[in-house]
């Protein structure tokens, strides 16, 4: 064996080794299709915009959209719950078959009366939810989201706080954030291939 491939077979070796450990990792790591990721999402215990109690139960039996934020928001909250409607809008009447839920982060202004006068500009078909602060906060921790009181000049506060749009598919389990710099209709698109 010539001096050339003594020092090329270990190369090669080491190169085949790494290509390997890369597939490896793809296929432990990512997730196939229709096969949800774990850890996200969970039981829940909140009110909605019409005063009654709703659980993760809430979430089976359709694909469901969960976006966390409060109805003081002067800009992300609105823009997605917009987007949101959008994507009802270009789904048509496979529309009925999506959840969407805008959980508060903000519970201590967030009533179920404010919810639902707020979300009256958007999509009839969005449930606002809304609870104890200690139960808004463990929905919030279940989707590894989080918030926080910033005050602003006055007195007041606003609140910062996770703006992904999470994917639930009709078990409950996440699936992937949904992307609202897209076109509603693409998003429809992708959306319906869970119903």
């Given at each position: 064996m010539s001096r050339t491939a003594r020092l090329a077979l270990p190369l090669v070796v080491l190169i085949f080794g790494i290509v390997g450990l890369g597939i490896a990792a793809v296929t432990m790591l990512v997730p196939k299709p229709g096969q949800p990721n774990v850890g996200i999402g969970g039981a829940f215990s909140l009110i909605d915009h019409k005063g009654r109690a709703t659980t993760e139960k809430a979430l089976e039996g359709g694909p469901s959209l969960i976006f966390f934020g409060f109805t003081h928001?002067?800009?992300?909250?609105?823009?997605?719950?917009?987007?949101?409607?959008?994507?009802?809008?270009?789904?048509?009447?496979?529309?009925?078959?999506?959840?969407?839920?805008?959980?508060?982060?903000?519970?201590?202004?967030?009533?179920?009366?404010?919810?639902?006068?707020?979300?009256?500009?958007?999509?009839?078909?969005?449930?606002?939810?809304?609870?104890?602060?200690?139960?808004?906060?463990?929905?919030?921790?279940?989707?590894?989201?989080?918030?926080?009181?910033?005050?602003?000049?006055?007195g007041g506060y606003t609140m910062d706080h996770t703006s992904l749009v999470y994917l639930m598919d009709a078990k409950g389990r996440f699936v992937s954030s949904v992307n609202l710099d897209r076109p509603p209709e693409e998003t429809a698109k992708t959306l319906a291939s869970y119903f």
């Open positions: 928001c002067p800009d992300v909250c609105p823009t997605a719950l917009f987007e949101i409607s959008q994507i009802y809008k270009a789904l048509g009447p496979k529309g009925d078959r999506l959840k969407a839920f805008f959980v508060t982060v903000d519970p201590e202004r967030d009533t179920p009366e404010l919810l639902a006068q707020y979300l009256a500009s958007f999509d009839a078909r969005i449930t606002g939810l809304t609870g104890s602060p200690e139960a808004v906060q463990a929905a919030l921790k279940a989707w590894r989201g989080f918030a926080r009181k910033v005050p602003v000049d006055g």
